[in-house]
């Protein structure tokens, strides 16, 4: 897996966002089967998911010293903050007595799971391929900005637009802060 991943580093990111997405989608699936908020399950899943690959994919995280790159999970926590505040903010709090932890994984899933795949083993296979910094911003981002399309599914085509302009933007900067 991690030699393919480090021939064929565009491929193998587009294999791991479909695998992690279908993975999240069952989570959701056993969530409404258990009757769970759908935005939770979700999360969980998410979360369990990038946990998941950074035990699998560990190199691209720790270079040989844990914690290095400790400063480049930053912006994921400042996104995790907003998701946090927009949670709260928007009404999409759970409600009963475990309202805190449950905005917290759903505030904490996109940036954990996201970092993971498209700043974490996404940027170090095209690194590891010889791809220039450069290039590593652009397909990064892209691949982050592409993969927010699956919001066409329950967003109008503008709003999904300047998401993924957004994405793009986003997905350049902390793709910056990685490198």
Not at 63 to 70: D, E, Q, T, V
Not at 85 to 95: D, P
Not at 152 to 179: I, P, T
């Amino acid at each position: 897996m991690f030699q393919f991943g480090e021939r064929h580093p565009v491929l193998f990111e587009i294999v791991l966002v479909i695998v992690a997405f279908l993975a999240a989608g069952v989570f959701s699936l056993v969530g409404a089967i258990l009757n769970v908020h759908p935005a939770l399950s979700s999360s969980v899943g998410r979360v369990l998911i990038g946990a998941a690959l950074i035990v699998i994919y560990n190199r691209a995280f720790t270079r040989g010293r844990p914690f290095k790159n400790l400063p480049a999970v930053i912006p994921a926590l400042l996104f995790a903050a907003w998701n946090l505040f927009y949670n709260f903010s928007s009404g999409m709090v759970f409600g009963g007595r475990n309202f805190v932890i449950e905005a917290l994984i759903t505030a904490s899933a996109p940036a954990i799971f996201e970092e993971v795949l498209f700043r974490g083993i996404l940027i170090y296979n095209l690194k590891k391929k010889g791809t220039g910094a450069l290039p590593c911003l652009f397909i990064s981002a892209a691949l982050f900005a592409a993969a927010h399309l699956t919001n066409l599914v329950g967003l109008d085509v503008v709003s999904v637009s300047v998401q993924v302009a957004y994405s793009f933007v986003v997905g350049m900067v902390f793709a910056a802060v990685y490198l």
